[in-house]
């Protein structure tokens, strides 16, 4: 259906809008110091698209989506609030870039954080259309809402992997959700035909069930037209959208990387399709007059000029504020329930997960449960999900493809929606291609919408060697996790804590990284036995951070000099335990269990005891967490020290060999670790 004259009125307005603050941005370039980009070119498609979201709706948007956000409903004060990095800017309070919006508003759609990583996006908007419809049939969105997803990208994006994906899962599961691709044949500096054999259009011929439009983006009436029928295709359809549109690029890339550098007569004839122009032409065909229209650009640019000023004397973020919403407040703050009920029986690590999860989802039906293999033919490889999809359906415990990037980056979509995701990597070693959306996507979303998106996940992963499991299935990845801000990072060694660290972690509104040791899942390793514990109740929650005693010292060896503490985790715990029947009294033992956030106080304390402290991991050393723990230690606990802190892992080898013996040679043991104890108390 063609706009009407109101609606064209409201965009051209807007069309005038954003071109003058584009040009009042050029205009002040010392003011707007930070880097930014404009819509200039796009503004058509945008507006048409922004009239047709709903409150309903959700959207990612990307970096250059000036002009859909006014057709939203923001003001240039408020964007320009943004651009400036002023302490009330409505989006992040100064923390992120101009045109990367995070919106929980009444009356506007839901805009979670995403990040300027070029083509990201479609993973997390994927996973809200994901949600959307998981709730729905969960009848907790009602259906005649008919809430869709926006995915706004540009062309250069479409070539990226994780856009593949997140294609690849929607027409999987037909989701309702359209992905908006703003081509204006320009990446950075370099040209399409540099950049890609087809255009987003061809290349969405190659996922079956995927509906295609093309349209030209720069005539407002006909983009407005295109995206109502896109949007009323998939509001009653429910099934995935491609829209195409064709636009130029009439600004900078960014304020960054400048146009006349490289464009040269390129933008003359990008100028012959300015959205402005056209627009201006239709209005004056449908009536309206010239002075009329000069009048609403002269309005336009009073607003902005005042709006502009308003903003540069507008006050700077308190420096103090730095340090605010980096995690969301969980409520688990102390432990919870019975460790050992009456007439508990004794289970393993795998068994204590597997009916921790089905806890959960009994108790939570807006709780999922997905990965790789975890389905109904397998229960995942370790039978970690045994039965769970035959009890609690297919829309709740399914199979992903292999993709670590969905499996991970969907979690910000759905927890943005208020889905409560559990999902597993396969192997520790398979995390890496998910890394990109842990890091850009869920790790920065609570402090960069400054407490408006945490993103609520328990990331289930499979870690350690043991017997032979070969380099890229028996790696230990907690110091590279460990390095990300934002995230949790939990290490379970027995059962019960298995069982009261999961229902913690579930829990938890932030990120947490559940590394689970494949050694330990059945107790069957030498030494491990004591993995297998009485089974807590269904209500038993054991907070994130807190170490605890597993093993203690004699009162009189500590008063003599003659005792150490071990910290350790994981399968550490049970190296420890072996080690130490060598030296009687002599060692306390503390299990982590929570590698982030740790209570590195109660660690100072037992080391300022002893005077003694040996730190233990299964990584490589070399530039570990544990090594990194031990220097915080070191510098605090110096005074009541009586030898270097002692710290002891694996083999600074690139990966775990295959073959056993070198396995064997590689990690550490009882006997390496009795040995390490034997020096530190003789120091």
């Given amino acids: 259906m063609e706009p009407d004259r109101k609606i064209l009125l409201q965009a051209y307005t807007r069309m005038l809008t954003a071109r003058t603050m584009a040009d009042t941005y050029e205009q002040n370039r010392q003011i ?23 409150p309903d ?125 703003q081509d204006n044949d320009w990446g950075i500096s370099a040209k399409g035909t540099e950049m890609r054999a087809m255009d987003a259009y061809e290349f969405a011929l190659g ?9 030209d983006g720069s005539d407002f009436a006909h983009a407005y037209a295109g995206m109502q029928r896109a949007f009323g295709y998939v509001r009653q359809e429910r099934k995935p959208v491609l829209v195409h549109a064709k636009c130029p690029l009439l600004g900078h890339h960014t304020s960054g990387v400048r146009k006349e550098w490289y464009r040269g007569e390129s933008m003359e004839l990008a100028l012959k399709d300015d959205p402005i122009p056209k627009l201006m032409a239709q209005l004056l065909e449908a009536g309206e007059k010239l002075p009329d229209l000069e009048q609403i650009e002269q309005a336009v640019c009073r607003q902005v000029a005042e709006a502009f000023d308003q903003a540069t004397h507008a006050a700077e973020p308190d420096p103090t504020t730095i340090y605010q919403h980096d995690f969301a407040s969980t ?34 039906p807006e709780a999922l449960f997905y990965g790789q293999d975890v389905g109904k033919q397998l229960g995942g490889v370790f039978r970690e999900a045994a039965l769970l999809a035959a009890k609690y359906g297919e829309e709740r415990v399914f199979n992903t493809p292999i993709q670590e990037a969905y499996i991970i980056g969907s ?20 995390m890496w291609p998910g890394l990109n959306q842990l890091v850009e996507e869920l790790s920065k979303s609570c402090y960069l919408t400054q407490g408006k998106f945490p993103v609520q996940c328990l990331i289930r992963v499979p870690i350690g060697a043991y017997g032979g499991g070969g380099p890229y299935h028996s790696g230990s990845i907690e110091s590279t996790l460990l390095t990300i801000r934002g995230i949790k990072v939990v290490y379970p060694s027995n059962a019960a804590d298995m069982k009261g660290l999961m229902k913690a972690a579930f829990l938890d509104p932030n990120p947490v990284v559940f590394l689970e040791h494949k050694g330990l899942y059945w107790s069957k390793l030498p030494g491990t036995e004591e993995a297998k514990t009485y089974e807590p109740d269904a209500n038993y929650v054991l907070p994130l951070g807190q170490p605890c005693q597993v093993l203690q010292a004699g009162v009189n060896k500590i008063k003599q000099g003659e005792s150490l503490v071990l910290i350790t985790y994981g399968m550490g715990v049970y190296w420890a335990k072996q080690a130490a029947k060598h030296f009687k ?79 064997n040679r590689m990690l550490p043991n009882a006997e390496k670790v009795a040995a390490a104890i034997n020096r530190l108390l003789h120091y």
């Fill in 207 to 215: 996922f079956k069930g995927l509906e295609r439009m093309r349209m």
């Fill in 585 to 663: 009294e002599q060692v306390e033992i503390i299990d982590l269990r929570t590698l982030y956030p740790l209570n590195e106080e109660f660690l100072e304390t037992v080391i300022k005891q002893h005077g003694k402290a040996l730190l233990l991991t299964e990584e490589p050393l070399l530039n570990s967490f544990i090594e990194s723990l031990a220097g915080r230690l070191a510098q605090r606990c110096f005074r009541y020290l009586d030898a270097p802190l002692f710290t002891l892992g694996a083999e600074n080898v690139p990966a775990v060999p295959l073959n056993v013996n070198l396995e």
């Fill in 411 to 430: 979690t910000a979509g759905m927890a943005a929606v208020g889905a409560k995701p559990i999902v597993e990597i396969q192997f520790a070693d398979y």
């Fill in 32 to 54: 707007c110091r930070y880097v930014h980009s404009t819509s200039r070119g796009h503004e058509a498609i945008q507006l048409a698209t922004a009239f047709q979201l709903t």
């Fill in 331 to 364: 409520p688990v703050t102390q432990e919870l329930g019975t460790r050992h009920p009456v007439g508990a029986v004794k289970v393993t690590m795998v068994d204590a997960a597997l009916h921790a999860i089905e806890e959960i989802l009994k108790d939570y």
């Fill in 57 to 181: 709706d959700y959207a990612c948007l990307y970096y250059r989506d000036e002009s859909m956000l006014l057709g939203l409903g923001f003001t240039p004060y408020e964007l320009m609030l943004q651009l400036l990095a002023k302490a009330d800017d409505p989006f992040s309070g100064g923390r992120i870039y101009y045109g990367h919006p995070s919106v929980r508003r009444a009356g506007f759609p839901t805009i979670p954080h995403q990040s300027s990583a070029t083509g990201m996006q479609a993973i997390p908007a994927t996973g809200m259309a994901h949600a959307i419809r998981f709730l729905e049939a969960q009848g907790k969105i009602p259906k005649e809402r008919q809430s869709v997803v926006l995915c706004s990208l540009g062309d250069g994006a479409v070539t990226e992997g994780e856009v593949s994906e997140a294609m690849q899962i929607a027409v999987l599961k037909q989701l309702p959700i359209i992905y908006l691709v």
